[in-house]
């Protein structure tokens, strides 16, 4: 079956470095991967989708990657703030109806 | 745009009961919505895809006797929790299909804190 990894422990930078997050997977060939963003207590946001025939998508201060043969994706935020603490899922879409797997996330904490 | 909420926020209950959880999408149609359960520090877990104007499709090991989800218009999902149990509290979340482009990504509600007693 489909399995997505991403790093359980933490993340813990010095604001303004570059953040980078690693979401891998097995057992598949997905269309498209997505990453989300979610602060406690709340539902999951939109951040980025990418296909599987592109090999990088910036929005701002964000951009992620995607390696179809390492089976694996890279997300990273630049110039980090600390409003940018939060749990960042990656998600891959599932074998129809545009369901989406997602990873268990791993949580980001920038130090002021 | 593309807003969807969710009511209740947050509800107790006490075990044996049921309740019901309203997803909306405000400001545009969602023929597809999709249900979530979410617990402590892991991720969401798929439940059940919600089709308007037809029966839900369940993710293998839900039961969707106890699950019950209507989707009666194209703005509107409901999921029941029938005679709910401790083991059902957790965080539902639920999802509406982008309105634009190929509906590949999901706006999701804020979610409902479920915690039975």
């Known amino acids: 079956s489909q399995k997505i990894e991403q790093n359980s422990e933490a993340l813990n930078i010095q604001e303004g470095k570059t953040a980078t997050l690693t979401c891998n997977y097995t057992n598949y060939s997905p269309a498209y991967l997505q990453w989300y963003r979610q602060d406690p207590g709340r539902g999951p946001v939109f951040l980025l989708l990418?296909?599987?025939?592109?090999k990088e998508k910036r929005k701002e201060r964000l951009k992620v990657t995607f390696d179809t043969t390492l089976k694996q994706s890279l997300f990273h935020i630049t110039a980090s703030q600390p409003a940018d603490s939060a749990t960042y899922l990656c998600?891959?879409?599932?074998?129809?109806?545009?369901?989406?797997?997602f990873g268990s996330g791993t949580r980001l904490l920038v130090r002021p | 745009g593309a807003v969807v909420s969710q009511h209740p926020s947050r509800v107790i209950c006490k075990s044996g009961t049921s309740v019901k959880i309203e997803c909306r999408s405000l400001d545009f149609q969602a023929t597809t919505m999709f249900w979530y359960r979410q617990f402590p520090k892991q991720s969401l877990m798929l439940m059940a895809t919600?089709?308007?104007?037809?029966?839900?499709?369940?993710e293998q090991g839900v039961e969707k006797d106890k699950f019950l989800i209507n989707h009666a218009s194209l703005t509107l999902s409901t999921l029941t929790v029938t005679s709910a149990h401790p083991e059902d509290s957790s965080f539902y979340i639920c999802?509406?299909?982008?309105?634009?482009?190929?509906?590949?990504?999901?706006?999701f509600g804020p979610g409902t804190r479920l915690l039975v007693l």
């Open positions: 990418i296909r599987e025939n592109e």
């Open positions: 999802s509406a299909a982008s309105p634009t482009g190929g509906q590949e990504t999901q706006y």
């Open positions: 919600s089709n308007e104007g037809s029966k839900a499709t369940y």
């Open positions: 998600a891959l879409d599932g074998d129809s109806s545009y369901k989406l797997i």
